[in-house]
């Protein structure tokens, strides 16, 4: 069976844009567009309004979205099954996770798979912590290194790789804003601190709640995505920063800045790997789910 112009239909669907769908799919815009038009004359119905600039999913087109990706899904769950009872797995596994998950856990993680299992191409992103759940959710990614939320998703399964602290950093050079006492905080010390947070996740969730028992708001003087970025803007000099100790311990930069001993300290932060429950039917990601051993 031919599944390729389900996986066209799927690029350009996610992406909006032909160009970069064909780059995806690694054909020519024309031979995509063409795919494109023979799937919509076999359903008889426009999946995408399309002009000189713009692409859009008609209403029939999400609908056949959802339609797509499930008997993708489907499909490779029942070419897996046949070929684990040939005992071979080949097909492709995406991950998600940040710059430093990257190269603190995916050695361990994957190092015996690989060997184990050489037909399987595994394929990582990388970004924005704070992203990898909803990418999961959406079916974007296969699995995702991401921090336990307060409340797991019933649709995800989790298993913790490793806990590491969310500490306050600060440049070693002296600026009258760090506060001089970090171990009994008060709101004069804090309420003019510039600090440098996370846009989203967890991190800033912990963060908005300590400055929130201290009585006051946090005095932004910049959000990013990925907590890397943040130690190289405190080793900068920009301001205090809130990150995982992982992170840090991981940093380049880490000479560059110091932890702050903060009272009361924030909670841990639990890393683990994520993955959509119905996913793990089948036998390529449930071969590299039973590789984990949760800590």
């Known amino acids: 069976m031919d599944m390729r112009p389900l996986k066209h239909f799927l690029a350009l669907a996610d992406t909006l844009h032909f ?5 995806a799919c ?5 031979t995509l567009s063409r ?3 023979q799937l919509e004359e076999s359903l008889g119905v426009r999946l995408f309004d399309r002009d000189n600039r713009h692409v859009s999913l008609t209403r029939q087109g999400q609908t056949f979205q959802r339609h797509a990706r499930e008997t993708l899904e489907q499909w490779e769950h029942l070419r897996l099954s046949l070929m684990s009872e040939a005992r071979t797995l080949t097909g492709e596994i995406s991950i998600y996770c ?9 050695y361990e993680l994957l190092s ?3 060997t184990r299992h050489p037909g399987i191409e595994l394929k990582l992103h990388t970004g924005d912590p704070a992203e990898a759940m909803a990418r999961v959710l959406s079916g974007d990614e296969d699995m995702a290194i991401t921090p336990r939320p307060r409340g797991v998703p019933e649709a995800l399964a989790f298993k913790s790789l490793t806990r590491s602290p969310l500490v306050f ?7 009258h804003w760090i506060p001089p006492t970090p171990e009994s905080p008060s709101a004069e010390q804090w309420r003019e601190v510039p600090m440098i947070l996370s846009e989203a996740g967890l991190s800033r969730e912990y963060s908005n709640t300590w400055f929130r028992a201290l009585g006051i708001a946090p005095r932004i003087y910049a959000q990013v995505a990925g907590h890397e970025a943040i130690v190289s803007m405190v080793g900068l000099g920009f301001g205090l920063g809130v990150v995982p100790k992982i992170v840090l311990d991981n940093s380049p930069l880490v000479e560059r800045v110091r932890v702050l001993p903060v009272k009361p300290e924030l909670p841990h932060y639990d890393v683990g790997l994520c993955v959509l429950e119905r996913r793990l039917r089948s036998p390529l990601i449930q071969a590299l789910w039973d590789e984990v051993v949760e800590r």
């Open 112 to 114: 015996e798979f690989r």
């Open 35 to 37: 795919s494109i038009r």
């Open 19 to 23: 160009g970069r769908a064909s780059d």
């Open 26 to 30: 690694h054909v020519s815009p024309s």
């Open 169 to 175: 950093i600060a440049p070693h050079d002296h600026h």
């Open 98 to 106: 940040s710059v430093t998950a990257s190269y603190s856990f995916l």
